[in-house]
Protein backbone atom coordinates (compact mmCIF):
# COMPACT_ATOMS: atom_id res chain seq x y z
CA UNK A 1 0.00 0.00 0.00
CA UNK A 2 1.44 3.31 -0.86
CA UNK A 3 1.73 5.98 1.34
CA UNK A 4 -0.76 8.45 0.15
CA UNK A 5 -3.28 5.58 -0.19
CA UNK A 6 -2.48 4.47 3.07
CA UNK A 7 -2.74 8.29 4.49
CA UNK A 8 -6.08 8.09 2.35
CA UNK A 9 -7.77 5.52 4.13
CA UNK A 10 -6.65 6.49 7.54
CA UNK A 11 -8.34 9.69 6.79
CA UNK A 12 -11.60 7.77 5.93
CA UNK A 13 -11.13 5.93 9.68
CA UNK A 14 -10.79 9.77 10.66
CA UNK A 15 -14.15 10.31 9.65
CA UNK A 16 -15.51 7.16 10.51
CA UNK A 17 -14.79 7.69 14.17
CA UNK A 18 -15.77 11.01 14.24
CA UNK A 19 -19.02 10.27 13.48
CA UNK A 20 -18.91 6.92 16.01
CA UNK A 21 -18.10 9.83 18.42
CA UNK A 22 -20.79 11.82 18.33
CA UNK A 23 -23.15 8.80 18.17
CA UNK A 24 -21.72 7.73 21.71
CA UNK A 25 -22.09 11.00 23.18
CA UNK A 26 -25.61 10.80 22.04
CA UNK A 27 -26.31 7.44 23.63
CA UNK A 28 -25.03 8.28 26.62
CA UNK A 29 -26.48 11.96 26.95
CA UNK A 30 -29.34 10.32 26.16
CA UNK A 31 -28.94 7.41 28.51
CA UNK A 32 -28.70 9.90 31.51
CA UNK A 33 -31.47 12.09 30.20
CA UNK A 34 -33.98 9.91 29.49
CA UNK A 35 -33.01 6.93 31.65
CA UNK A 36 -30.96 7.91 34.30
CA UNK A 37 -27.69 6.17 33.94
CA UNK A 38 -24.68 8.15 34.63
CA UNK A 39 -21.85 7.91 31.45
CA UNK A 40 -18.22 6.85 32.45
CA UNK A 41 -16.93 10.85 32.22
CA UNK A 42 -19.29 11.12 35.26
CA UNK A 43 -19.11 7.40 36.42
CA UNK A 44 -15.28 7.69 36.31
CA UNK A 45 -14.55 10.49 39.16
CA UNK A 46 -17.04 9.15 41.32
CA UNK A 47 -14.98 5.90 41.46
CA UNK A 48 -11.80 7.59 41.69
CA UNK A 49 -12.60 10.22 44.23
CA UNK A 50 -13.06 7.70 47.54
CA UNK A 51 -9.13 6.76 46.63
CA UNK A 52 -7.38 9.47 47.26
CA UNK A 53 -6.37 10.66 50.10
CA UNK A 54 -7.65 13.88 51.89
CA UNK A 55 -4.56 16.23 51.25
CA UNK A 56 -5.03 15.35 47.84
CA UNK A 57 -8.26 15.67 47.65
CA UNK A 58 -8.07 18.93 48.81
CA UNK A 59 -4.79 19.81 47.02
CA UNK A 60 -7.45 19.28 43.86
CA UNK A 61 -9.31 21.79 44.93
CA UNK A 62 -6.53 24.28 45.29
CA UNK A 63 -5.51 23.30 41.81
CA UNK A 64 -9.04 23.91 40.18
CA UNK A 65 -11.09 26.45 42.19
CA UNK A 66 -13.02 24.56 44.97
CA UNK A 67 -15.22 21.54 44.50
CA UNK A 68 -17.53 23.35 41.51
CA UNK A 69 -14.01 23.32 39.19
CA UNK A 70 -12.71 20.24 39.98
CA UNK A 71 -16.25 18.65 39.05
CA UNK A 72 -16.02 20.93 36.11
CA UNK A 73 -12.62 19.71 35.16
CA UNK A 74 -13.64 16.14 36.22
CA UNK A 75 -16.71 16.44 33.31
CA UNK A 76 -14.31 18.12 30.48
CA UNK A 77 -11.06 15.88 31.20
CA UNK A 78 -13.57 12.91 30.97
CA UNK A 79 -15.71 14.25 27.93
CA UNK A 80 -12.21 14.82 26.10
CA UNK A 81 -10.97 10.99 26.68
CA UNK A 82 -14.21 9.32 25.10
CA UNK A 83 -13.72 12.26 22.02
CA UNK A 84 -10.00 11.17 21.73
CA UNK A 85 -10.35 7.61 22.43
CA UNK A 86 -13.41 7.59 19.72
CA UNK A 87 -11.01 9.18 16.85
CA UNK A 88 -7.93 7.08 17.77
CA UNK A 89 -10.19 4.02 17.04
CA UNK A 90 -11.20 5.44 13.76
CA UNK A 91 -7.56 5.99 13.02
CA UNK A 92 -6.75 1.91 14.30
CA UNK A 93 -9.69 0.36 12.40
CA UNK A 94 -8.81 0.95 9.29
CA UNK A 95 -5.29 -0.46 9.89
CA UNK A 96 -6.67 -3.74 11.06
CA UNK A 97 -9.02 -3.76 7.70
CA UNK A 98 -6.77 -2.86 5.58
CA UNK A 99 -3.90 -5.12 6.78
CA UNK A 100 -3.40 -7.78 3.77
CA UNK A 101 -4.26 -10.36 6.25
CA UNK A 102 -7.18 -8.98 6.41
CA UNK A 103 -8.25 -7.97 2.50
CA UNK A 104 -7.61 -11.75 2.26
CA UNK A 105 -9.88 -12.98 4.16
CA UNK A 106 -12.78 -11.15 2.71
CA UNK A 107 -15.40 -9.25 3.84
CA UNK A 108 -18.91 -10.23 5.30
CA UNK A 109 -21.73 -8.90 6.79
CA UNK A 110 -22.79 -5.53 5.05
CA UNK A 111 -19.15 -6.02 2.70
CA UNK A 112 -17.77 -5.18 5.65
CA UNK A 113 -14.24 -7.05 6.11
CA UNK A 114 -14.24 -10.08 8.24
CA UNK A 115 -10.80 -9.06 10.49
CA UNK A 116 -12.42 -5.44 10.79
CA UNK A 117 -15.48 -6.72 12.08
CA UNK A 118 -13.84 -9.23 14.71
CA UNK A 119 -11.93 -6.33 15.93
CA UNK A 120 -14.47 -3.74 16.83
CA UNK A 121 -17.16 -6.27 18.35
CA UNK A 122 -13.78 -7.87 20.23
CA UNK A 123 -12.93 -3.99 21.02
CA UNK A 124 -16.45 -2.93 22.51
CA UNK A 125 -17.05 -5.81 24.29
CA UNK A 126 -13.34 -5.68 26.07
CA UNK A 127 -14.04 -2.34 26.84
CA UNK A 128 -17.96 -2.49 28.18
CA UNK A 129 -16.18 -5.66 30.66
CA UNK A 130 -13.52 -3.13 32.03
CA UNK A 131 -15.78 -0.57 32.36
CA UNK A 132 -18.03 -3.07 34.72
CA UNK A 133 -15.38 -4.07 36.63
CA UNK A 134 -13.61 -1.10 37.16
CA UNK A 135 -16.74 0.81 38.18
CA UNK A 136 -18.80 -1.70 39.49
CA UNK A 137 -18.75 0.12 43.07
CA UNK A 138 -20.48 3.07 41.21
CA UNK A 139 -22.50 1.20 38.73
CA UNK A 140 -25.85 1.28 41.53
CA UNK A 141 -26.20 5.08 40.36
CA UNK A 142 -29.15 5.96 39.04
CA UNK A 143 -30.42 9.15 38.75
CA UNK A 144 -34.02 8.21 38.14
CA UNK A 145 -33.99 6.73 41.59
CA UNK A 146 -33.55 2.73 40.21
CA UNK A 147 -32.73 0.73 43.17
CA UNK A 148 -29.18 -0.70 43.73
CA UNK A 149 -29.79 -3.95 41.68
CA UNK A 150 -31.70 -2.58 39.05
CA UNK A 151 -29.85 -0.04 38.23
CA UNK A 152 -26.76 -2.06 38.05
CA UNK A 153 -28.61 -3.48 35.30
CA UNK A 154 -29.94 -1.38 33.44
CA UNK A 155 -26.02 0.91 33.38
CA UNK A 156 -24.44 -2.41 32.68
CA UNK A 157 -27.31 -2.93 29.38
CA UNK A 158 -26.91 0.48 28.07
CA UNK A 159 -23.01 0.76 28.10
CA UNK A 160 -23.28 -2.37 26.29
CA UNK A 161 -25.86 -1.02 23.89
CA UNK A 162 -24.05 2.47 23.45
CA UNK A 163 -20.69 0.86 22.96
CA UNK A 164 -21.42 -1.98 20.86
CA UNK A 165 -24.45 -0.47 18.44
CA UNK A 166 -23.72 3.53 19.49
CA UNK A 167 -20.40 3.53 18.49
CA UNK A 168 -18.95 0.25 16.85
CA UNK A 169 -21.51 -0.69 14.59
CA UNK A 170 -21.82 3.26 13.74
CA UNK A 171 -17.99 2.69 13.17
CA UNK A 172 -18.33 -0.22 10.79
CA UNK A 173 -20.81 1.27 8.71
CA UNK A 174 -19.37 4.58 8.51
CA UNK A 175 -16.49 3.67 7.19
CA UNK A 176 -18.25 0.93 4.58
CA UNK A 177 -20.40 3.68 3.14
CA UNK A 178 -17.53 6.58 2.64
CA UNK A 179 -15.11 4.28 1.22
CA UNK A 180 -15.48 1.83 -2.10
CA UNK A 181 -12.76 -1.07 -3.35
CA UNK A 182 -12.12 -0.77 -7.00
CA UNK A 183 -11.37 -3.76 -9.50
CA UNK A 184 -11.95 -7.37 -8.47
CA UNK A 185 -10.15 -10.20 -7.04
CA UNK A 186 -8.32 -12.45 -9.26
CA UNK A 187 -7.47 -16.05 -8.61
CA UNK A 188 -3.54 -16.54 -7.37
CA UNK A 189 -1.18 -18.78 -9.18
CA UNK A 190 0.96 -20.97 -6.44
CA UNK A 191 4.59 -21.98 -8.23
CA UNK A 192 3.58 -25.36 -9.24
CA UNK A 193 5.34 -27.86 -12.22
CA UNK A 194 4.19 -27.50 -15.87
CA UNK A 195 1.59 -29.84 -15.65
CA UNK A 196 -0.09 -29.05 -12.54
CA UNK A 197 0.28 -25.29 -14.13
CA UNK A 198 -1.72 -26.78 -16.48
CA UNK A 199 -4.30 -27.80 -14.27
CA UNK A 200 -4.74 -24.67 -12.83
CA UNK A 201 -5.33 -22.69 -16.13
CA UNK A 202 -8.06 -25.56 -17.39
CA UNK A 203 -9.42 -25.07 -13.19
CA UNK A 204 -9.35 -21.13 -13.73
CA UNK A 205 -11.34 -21.58 -17.11
CA UNK A 206 -13.92 -24.04 -15.77
CA UNK A 207 -13.73 -21.09 -12.81
CA UNK A 208 -14.79 -18.14 -15.15
CA UNK A 209 -17.47 -20.45 -17.25
CA UNK A 210 -18.99 -21.02 -14.08
CA UNK A 211 -19.24 -17.08 -13.60
CA UNK A 212 -20.54 -16.53 -17.03
CA UNK A 213 -23.25 -19.53 -16.63
CA UNK A 214 -24.09 -18.04 -12.96
CA UNK A 215 -22.40 -21.69 -11.02
CA UNK A 216 -18.99 -22.49 -10.18
CA UNK A 217 -17.44 -25.52 -11.91
CA UNK A 218 -16.30 -27.55 -9.17
CA UNK A 219 -12.71 -28.30 -8.46
CA UNK A 220 -11.05 -31.14 -9.27
CA UNK A 221 -11.07 -33.10 -5.65
CA UNK A 222 -7.73 -33.90 -6.25
CA UNK A 223 -6.33 -30.72 -7.13
CA UNK A 224 -4.57 -28.03 -4.45
CA UNK A 225 -6.48 -25.47 -2.87
CA UNK A 226 -6.37 -22.49 -4.94
CA UNK A 227 -5.66 -18.70 -3.06
CA UNK A 228 -7.19 -15.75 -3.97
CA UNK A 229 -5.36 -12.70 -4.52
CA UNK A 230 -6.21 -9.96 -1.61
CA UNK A 231 -9.01 -7.31 -1.76
CA UNK A 232 -8.05 -4.16 -3.64
CA UNK A 233 -7.34 -1.00 -0.56
CA UNK A 234 -10.51 1.02 0.14
CA UNK A 235 -10.07 3.88 -0.77
CA UNK A 236 -12.20 7.15 0.45
CA UNK A 237 -14.80 8.57 -1.48
CA UNK A 238 -14.70 12.73 -1.17
CA UNK A 239 -18.34 13.31 -1.19
CA UNK A 240 -19.48 10.28 1.06
CA UNK A 241 -16.95 11.88 3.35
CA UNK A 242 -18.23 14.79 3.51
CA UNK A 243 -21.89 13.78 4.02
CA UNK A 244 -20.40 12.15 6.57
CA UNK A 245 -18.89 14.75 8.13
CA UNK A 246 -22.60 16.65 7.91
CA UNK A 247 -23.78 13.46 9.59
CA UNK A 248 -21.88 13.96 13.09
CA UNK A 249 -22.73 17.79 12.77
CA UNK A 250 -26.41 16.65 12.96
CA UNK A 251 -25.50 13.68 15.35
CA UNK A 252 -24.04 16.72 17.80
CA UNK A 253 -27.30 18.78 17.74
CA UNK A 254 -29.61 16.65 19.79
CA UNK A 255 -26.39 16.05 21.79
CA UNK A 256 -25.83 19.49 22.46
CA UNK A 257 -29.46 20.07 23.37
CA UNK A 258 -29.94 17.67 25.89
CA UNK A 259 -26.71 18.76 27.24
CA UNK A 260 -27.63 22.01 27.55
CA UNK A 261 -30.87 20.65 29.35
CA UNK A 262 -28.76 18.99 31.81
CA UNK A 263 -26.12 21.53 32.47
CA UNK A 264 -29.18 23.85 33.37
CA UNK A 265 -29.80 21.39 36.63
CA UNK A 266 -26.45 21.60 37.48
CA UNK A 267 -25.80 21.68 41.25
CA UNK A 268 -22.70 24.93 40.34
CA UNK A 269 -25.74 27.82 42.23
CA UNK A 270 -26.17 26.12 45.31
CA UNK A 271 -23.50 23.74 46.17
CA UNK A 272 -21.56 24.71 49.66
CA UNK A 273 -24.57 27.64 49.97
CA UNK A 274 -24.25 28.62 54.15
CA UNK A 275 -27.52 29.34 56.01
CA UNK A 276 -26.07 32.42 57.78
CA UNK A 277 -26.17 35.99 58.84
CA UNK A 278 -28.19 38.09 61.14
CA UNK A 279 -31.33 37.45 59.70
CA UNK A 280 -31.30 33.20 60.41
CA UNK A 281 -34.23 31.76 62.02
CA UNK A 282 -34.73 28.54 64.70
CA UNK A 283 -36.43 26.41 61.68
CA UNK A 284 -34.45 26.95 58.55
CA UNK A 285 -36.55 27.67 55.67
CA UNK A 286 -36.36 24.63 52.61
CA UNK A 287 -35.42 27.41 50.10
CA UNK A 288 -32.24 28.57 52.37
CA UNK A 289 -31.55 25.24 54.56
CA UNK A 290 -27.32 24.86 53.36
CA UNK A 291 -26.75 22.50 50.53
CA UNK A 292 -23.27 20.24 50.25
CA UNK A 293 -23.41 17.91 46.92
CA UNK A 294 -20.66 15.87 45.14
CA UNK A 295 -22.71 15.69 42.21
CA UNK A 296 -22.34 18.00 39.07
CA UNK A 297 -26.45 17.36 38.46
CA UNK A 298 -28.01 15.96 41.55
CA UNK A 299 -30.82 13.13 41.17
CA UNK A 300 -34.05 14.20 39.88
CA UNK A 301 -36.45 11.41 40.85
CA UNK A 302 -40.21 10.85 40.59
CA UNK A 303 -42.61 9.22 43.23
CA UNK A 304 -43.75 6.85 41.21
CA UNK A 305 -40.27 5.88 40.09
CA UNK A 306 -38.47 5.47 43.09
CA UNK A 307 -37.74 2.39 44.82
CA UNK A 308 -36.01 1.34 48.22
CA UNK A 309 -34.17 -1.73 48.45
CA UNK A 310 -33.72 -4.22 51.84
CA UNK A 311 -31.19 -6.70 51.24
CA UNK A 312 -28.46 -8.54 52.53
CA UNK A 313 -28.48 -9.84 56.36
CA UNK A 314 -32.08 -9.60 56.52
CA UNK A 315 -34.49 -12.41 57.07
CA UNK A 316 -37.17 -11.39 53.84
CA UNK A 317 -35.53 -8.92 51.95
CA UNK A 318 -37.85 -6.18 50.59
CA UNK A 319 -38.09 -3.49 48.23
CA UNK A 320 -40.67 -0.91 48.94
CA UNK A 321 -42.31 1.70 46.80
CA UNK A 322 -42.94 5.70 47.75
CA UNK A 323 -46.62 4.83 48.80
CA UNK A 324 -45.85 2.17 50.80
CA UNK A 325 -43.37 4.30 52.66
CA UNK A 326 -45.92 7.13 53.40
CA UNK A 327 -48.72 4.14 54.51
CA UNK A 328 -46.18 3.09 57.22
CA UNK A 329 -46.81 4.49 61.03
CA UNK A 330 -45.57 8.25 60.53
CA UNK A 331 -43.02 9.65 62.97
CA UNK A 332 -42.11 13.12 63.19
CA UNK A 333 -39.15 14.94 64.78
CA UNK A 334 -37.14 18.13 65.00
CA UNK A 335 -33.62 17.81 64.23
CA UNK A 336 -30.13 20.04 63.05
CA UNK A 337 -27.69 18.78 59.92
CA UNK A 338 -24.63 20.28 59.74
CA UNK A 339 -21.35 19.36 57.71
CA UNK A 340 -18.22 17.59 58.38
CA UNK A 341 -16.80 20.49 56.55
CA UNK A 342 -18.50 23.05 58.90
CA UNK A 343 -15.83 25.35 60.16
CA UNK A 344 -16.60 27.26 63.63
CA UNK A 345 -18.10 30.39 62.57
CA UNK A 346 -19.88 28.92 59.30
CA UNK A 347 -23.22 28.19 57.82
CA UNK A 348 -23.04 24.90 56.95
CA UNK A 349 -25.65 23.48 58.80
CA UNK A 350 -29.71 24.49 59.20
CA UNK A 351 -32.89 23.13 61.35
CA UNK A 352 -35.62 21.59 60.13
CA UNK A 353 -39.35 19.89 60.80
CA UNK A 354 -38.97 16.33 59.54
CA UNK A 355 -41.72 13.85 58.65
CA UNK A 356 -41.25 9.98 57.79
CA UNK A 357 -40.96 6.66 59.33
CA UNK A 358 -38.24 5.15 62.17
CA UNK A 359 -35.89 2.68 59.81
CA UNK A 360 -36.32 0.28 62.38
CA UNK A 361 -39.58 0.16 61.29
CA UNK A 362 -38.27 -1.25 57.96
CA UNK A 363 -35.63 -3.07 58.85
CA UNK A 364 -37.60 -4.86 61.93
CA UNK A 365 -40.38 -5.91 59.08
CA UNK A 366 -37.44 -6.90 56.94
CA UNK A 367 -35.63 -8.71 59.93
CA UNK A 368 -32.25 -8.26 61.22
CA UNK A 369 -30.25 -11.45 61.05
CA UNK A 370 -27.72 -11.74 64.30
CA UNK A 371 -24.24 -10.45 63.66
CA UNK A 372 -24.98 -7.69 61.52
CA UNK A 373 -22.65 -5.13 62.17
CA UNK A 374 -23.33 -2.12 59.79
CA UNK A 375 -25.78 -0.57 57.38
CA UNK A 376 -24.45 0.41 53.98
CA UNK A 377 -26.65 2.86 52.80
CA UNK A 378 -27.27 3.84 48.64
CA UNK A 379 -27.87 7.16 47.59
CA UNK A 380 -29.35 7.33 43.80
CA UNK A 381 -26.43 9.37 42.90
CA UNK A 382 -24.05 6.46 43.75
CA UNK A 383 -22.76 8.10 47.30
CA UNK A 384 -22.23 5.17 49.66
CA UNK A 385 -22.11 5.79 53.43
CA UNK A 386 -22.20 3.56 56.58
CA UNK A 387 -22.84 3.53 60.31
CA UNK A 388 -23.36 1.44 63.15
CA UNK A 389 -26.26 -1.35 63.20
CA UNK A 390 -27.52 0.07 66.76
CA UNK A 391 -27.47 3.54 65.02
CA UNK A 392 -29.81 2.35 62.52
CA UNK A 393 -32.03 1.12 65.17
CA UNK A 394 -31.92 3.74 67.44
CA UNK A 395 -35.52 5.60 67.55
CA UNK A 396 -34.27 9.12 65.91
CA UNK A 397 -32.98 7.56 62.86
CA UNK A 398 -35.56 7.67 60.24
CA UNK A 399 -36.37 8.38 56.56
CA UNK A 400 -37.93 11.66 55.73
CA UNK A 401 -40.38 12.16 52.94
CA UNK A 402 -41.05 15.52 54.00
CA UNK A 403 -39.42 18.81 55.46
CA UNK A 404 -41.33 21.95 57.06
CA UNK A 405 -44.63 20.48 56.12
CA UNK A 406 -43.90 20.40 52.51
CA UNK A 407 -42.90 17.48 50.15
CA UNK A 408 -38.76 16.93 50.53
CA UNK A 409 -37.43 19.20 47.94
CA UNK A 410 -35.63 17.57 45.34
CA UNK A 411 -32.19 19.45 46.30
CA UNK A 412 -32.33 18.07 49.90
CA UNK A 413 -32.76 14.65 48.40
CA UNK A 414 -36.00 14.39 47.64
CA UNK A 415 -37.97 12.36 47.41
CA UNK A 416 -37.07 10.32 50.53
CA UNK A 417 -33.59 10.62 52.50
CA UNK A 418 -32.01 9.27 55.69
CA UNK A 419 -31.65 11.33 58.80
CA UNK A 420 -29.68 10.21 61.72
CA UNK A 421 -29.01 12.54 64.67
CA UNK A 422 -25.86 12.71 66.26
CA UNK A 423 -23.63 12.10 63.12
CA UNK A 424 -22.71 14.33 60.47
CA UNK A 425 -24.49 15.40 57.10
CA UNK A 426 -22.62 12.91 55.09
CA UNK A 427 -24.21 10.12 57.18
CA UNK A 428 -27.33 11.36 56.22
CA UNK A 429 -28.12 10.42 52.79
CA UNK A 430 -29.71 11.72 50.22
CA UNK A 431 -32.07 10.12 47.81
CA UNK A 432 -31.69 6.68 48.93
CA UNK A 433 -32.53 3.73 46.77
CA UNK A 434 -30.62 1.16 48.79
CA UNK A 435 -29.91 -0.14 52.20
CA UNK A 436 -27.77 -3.20 52.81
CA UNK A 437 -27.41 -5.15 55.91
CA UNK A 438 -23.66 -6.12 56.41
CA UNK A 439 -21.49 -8.27 59.26
CA UNK A 440 -18.45 -6.30 58.83
CA UNK A 441 -17.05 -3.23 58.86
CA UNK A 442 -17.41 -1.15 55.49
CA UNK A 443 -16.73 2.14 54.63
CA UNK A 444 -18.56 4.76 52.89
CA UNK A 445 -17.39 7.47 50.04
CA UNK A 446 -15.26 9.94 52.40
CA UNK A 447 -14.17 7.33 55.32
CA UNK A 448 -12.14 6.04 52.63
CA UNK A 449 -10.40 9.23 51.79
CA UNK A 450 -9.62 9.28 55.70
CA UNK A 451 -12.22 11.35 57.35
CA UNK A 452 -13.28 10.36 60.66
CA UNK A 453 -13.62 7.39 62.32
CA UNK A 454 -15.68 10.02 64.35
CA UNK A 455 -18.18 11.67 62.71
CA UNK A 456 -19.97 12.95 65.97
CA UNK A 457 -20.05 16.86 65.62
CA UNK A 458 -18.33 18.12 68.38
CA UNK A 459 -20.07 20.91 71.30
CA UNK A 460 -20.11 24.55 69.61
CA UNK A 461 -21.30 27.89 70.10
CA UNK A 462 -20.52 30.51 67.36
CA UNK A 463 -21.98 34.42 67.10
CA UNK A 464 -24.48 35.25 64.15
CA UNK A 465 -25.19 38.41 64.91
CA UNK A 466 -24.05 41.24 64.57
CA UNK A 467 -22.70 40.54 61.14
CA UNK A 468 -19.23 38.36 61.62
CA UNK A 469 -16.94 38.69 58.60
CA UNK A 470 -15.26 36.09 57.29
CA UNK A 471 -11.93 36.91 59.16
CA UNK A 472 -14.07 36.68 62.45
CA UNK A 473 -14.44 40.52 63.02
CA UNK A 474 -17.66 41.74 63.50
CA UNK A 475 -18.35 43.54 60.23
CA UNK A 476 -19.29 47.03 61.80
CA UNK A 477 -17.79 48.69 64.50
CA UNK A 478 -19.54 49.31 68.53
CA UNK A 479 -19.80 52.53 69.87
CA UNK A 480 -17.86 52.53 73.27
CA UNK A 481 -19.44 52.63 76.62
CA UNK A 482 -22.72 51.29 74.78
CA UNK A 483 -24.73 48.92 75.92
CA UNK A 484 -24.76 46.04 72.79
CA UNK A 485 -26.61 42.13 72.23
CA UNK A 486 -24.65 39.63 70.80
CA UNK A 487 -26.41 36.58 69.42
CA UNK A 488 -25.54 33.24 68.94
CA UNK A 489 -26.05 29.46 68.24
CA UNK A 490 -25.04 26.44 69.67
CA UNK A 491 -25.32 22.72 68.93
CA UNK A 492 -24.13 19.33 70.48
CA UNK A 493 -25.19 16.90 67.95
CA UNK A 494 -27.60 14.56 69.88
CA UNK A 495 -26.38 14.83 73.00
CA UNK A 496 -28.56 18.14 73.27
CA UNK A 497 -26.96 21.18 76.15
CA UNK A 498 -26.79 22.21 79.55
CA UNK A 499 -25.37 25.42 79.70
CA UNK A 500 -24.04 28.09 77.22
CA UNK A 501 -21.52 30.69 78.34
CA UNK A 502 -20.35 34.24 76.86
CA UNK A 503 -17.38 35.89 77.58
CA UNK A 504 -16.44 39.78 77.08
CA UNK A 505 -12.77 39.70 77.69
CA UNK A 506 -11.53 36.65 75.68
CA UNK A 507 -12.59 34.01 78.46
CA UNK A 508 -11.10 35.62 81.35
CA UNK A 509 -14.68 35.99 82.83
CA UNK A 510 -17.54 33.91 82.07
CA UNK A 511 -21.09 35.22 82.08
CA UNK A 512 -24.70 33.07 81.89
CA UNK A 513 -26.74 33.99 78.41
CA UNK A 514 -30.43 34.04 77.61
CA UNK A 515 -32.27 31.46 75.83
CA UNK A 516 -34.22 32.26 73.18
CA UNK A 517 -34.65 29.12 71.22
CA UNK A 518 -34.31 26.29 73.51
CA UNK A 519 -35.33 23.43 70.13
CA UNK A 520 -35.03 20.06 71.72
CA UNK A 521 -31.77 17.54 72.11
CA UNK A 522 -31.41 16.80 68.35
CA UNK A 523 -31.40 20.44 67.35
CA UNK A 524 -29.48 23.66 67.92
CA UNK A 525 -29.73 26.33 70.63
CA UNK A 526 -30.42 30.14 70.15
CA UNK A 527 -29.17 32.30 72.59
CA UNK A 528 -28.14 36.22 73.20
CA UNK A 529 -26.10 37.81 75.71
CA UNK A 530 -26.00 42.20 77.04
CA UNK A 531 -22.11 43.51 76.47
CA UNK A 532 -21.23 46.18 77.84
CA UNK A 533 -18.76 48.19 75.11
CA UNK A 534 -15.80 49.12 76.67
CA UNK A 535 -15.48 53.11 77.19
CA UNK A 536 -11.83 52.81 75.90
CA UNK A 537 -11.72 52.66 72.00
CA UNK A 538 -9.88 49.91 70.97
CA UNK A 539 -9.88 46.32 69.83
CA UNK A 540 -11.59 43.33 71.84
CA UNK A 541 -12.22 39.83 71.63
CA UNK A 542 -15.41 38.13 72.74
CA UNK A 543 -15.85 34.13 72.37
CA UNK A 544 -18.52 31.83 73.60
CA UNK A 545 -18.61 28.63 74.72
CA UNK A 546 -21.40 25.47 75.87
CA UNK A 547 -21.56 22.18 77.83
CA UNK A 548 -23.54 19.48 76.02
CA UNK A 549 -26.00 17.33 77.81
CA UNK A 550 -23.74 14.59 79.48
CA UNK A 551 -21.36 17.81 81.35
CA UNK A 552 -18.85 17.61 78.88
CA UNK A 553 -17.49 21.58 77.69
CA UNK A 554 -16.90 22.47 74.95
CA UNK A 555 -13.06 21.86 73.03
CA UNK A 556 -11.34 25.50 74.05
CA UNK A 557 -8.65 24.06 71.58
CA UNK A 558 -8.84 25.04 67.83
CA UNK A 559 -9.00 22.24 65.18
CA UNK A 560 -9.77 22.83 61.62
CA UNK A 561 -12.18 20.20 59.25
CA UNK A 562 -10.30 17.61 58.48
CA UNK A 563 -10.43 14.85 59.39
CA UNK A 564 -13.22 14.45 61.94
CA UNK A 565 -14.89 18.35 62.12
CA UNK A 566 -13.56 21.53 63.53
CA UNK A 567 -13.79 22.65 67.52
CA UNK A 568 -12.29 24.96 69.36
CA UNK A 569 -13.89 28.27 71.30
CA UNK A 570 -15.61 31.54 68.27
CA UNK A 571 -13.04 33.96 68.88
CA UNK A 572 -14.39 37.39 67.39
CA UNK A 573 -12.70 40.69 67.45
CA UNK A 574 -14.74 43.29 67.73
CA UNK A 575 -13.54 47.15 67.06
CA UNK A 576 -14.85 49.47 69.33
CA UNK A 577 -14.70 53.22 68.95
Not at 28 to 38: C, D, P, S
Not at 84 to 106: F, K, T
Amino acid sequence: MTLNRRLLTLLAGLVAGLVATASLALFMIAGRYFLGVTPPPEAIPDRVAPLLSIQTFFGLFNDYGGYNGLKKFGIRSGTTGVVVAGLVAGLVYPLIAESVRSRRAGTGWFGIPKHGLAFILGATLVLWLASVVFLWPVLVTNFKGFPPFDARLVTMGWYLLSYVVGFGVVLLVAYRLITERVGVATVARAPVTPPVERDIEMVTARMDAGAVSGAAAPLPASRPIIARHPLPVARPVARRSLLAVILAGILVLPSWALFRRLYGMAAFAYDGRPYSGTGIQPITPNAEFYSVTKNVIDPRISTGVWRLEVFGRVNVPRTYSYDDLTQLAPYEQESTLMCISNRIGSGLFSNALWDGVQLRTILNEAGVQEGAVEVKLYGADGYIDTFAIDKALDSTTMLAHTMNGEPLPQKHGGPVRLLVPGLFGEKNIKWITGIEVVDYDAKGFYEQQGWGPNFAPYTRSDFYSPQVAGNNRFRDPFQAGQRATVKGRAFAGDRGLQRIEFSPDDGQTWQPVRVTYPGTDLTWVFWEADWQVPNQPGEYVVSSRAVDGNGDPQIPEAQDTVPQGAHGYHRVTATVR
